[in-house]
Nanobody, 115 residues
Framework: QVQLVESGGGLVQAGGSLRLSCAVSGSIFSINAMGWFRQAPGNERELVATIIRGTTTKYADSVKDRFTISRDNAKNWVYLEMNSLKPEDTAVYYC?????????WGQGTQVTVSS
């Protein structure tokens, strides 16, 4: 059974930094993409950053030049380094994996940025 567990969320002041981690356990035959979505209250879940086929990275325009996604290929863990945080970055952040057949999701970790 595949499980994704996020950690690293919390409360930070605007301009601060956080590093999210996603620990992946279980067996996945292949990983087409993995990364992070986020969902703020009243908003739809939106893509923040993703790594496609282990090499290509994509970011939401709102986080470009502030967030960096990385992956530990040996463990299939994924990280999100978040710098220069803004109050509008406040959301629950979800780790995901797309195997090519289905999506796997973590339970989410809350990030709150105070002004």
């Amino acid at each position: 059974q595949v499980q994704l567990v996020e950690s690293g969320g919390g409360l930070v002041q605007a301009g601060g930094s956080l590093r999210l981690s996603c620990a992946v356990s279980g067996s996945i035959f292949s990983i087409n993409a993995m990364g992070w979505f986020r969902q703020a209250p009243g908003n739809e879940r939106e893509l923040v950053a993703t790594i496609i086929r282990g090499t290509t990275t994509k970011y939401a325009d709102s986080v470009k030049d502030r967030f960096t996604i990385s992956r530990d290929n040996a463990k299939n863990w994924v990280y999100l380094e978040m710098n220069s945080l803004k109050p509008e970055d406040t959301a629950v952040y979800y780790c995901y994996i797309y195997s090519g057949i289905k999506n796997y999701w973590g339970q989410g970790t809350q990030v709150t940025v105070s002004s």
